[in-house]
């Protein structure tokens, strides 16, 4: 399974801890609020400013190793 952005954080963070260590790097380091329990990456990206391509790609890289 690859990560899409319609996926919420909790979900990726559940299936992959290990991309916490991403979400951090790009300044969300508010994994555990109650707003990143239900918030899409998509969504997430938006309110951080955060290049939603990047953080993908980024995303499913530590998930594939």
């Given at each position: 399974m690859s990560i899409k952005k319609e996926d919420t954080?909790?979900?990726?963070?559940?299936?992959?801890?290990?991309?916490a260590k991403v979400f951090q790097s790009f300044g969300m380091h508010c994994l555990g609020c109650p707003t990143?329990?239900?918030?899409?990456?998509?969504?997430?990206?938006?309110?951080?400013?955060?290049?939603?391509?990047?953080?993908?790609?980024?995303?499913?890289k530590v998930a594939q190793e």
């Open positions: 954080i909790s979900k990726v963070l559940k299936k992959y801890p290990e991309t990143a329990t239900n918030e899409s990456i998509d969504q997430a990206a938006g309110v951080h400013g955060i290049d939603l391509d990047q953080l993908m790609e980024a995303l499913n």
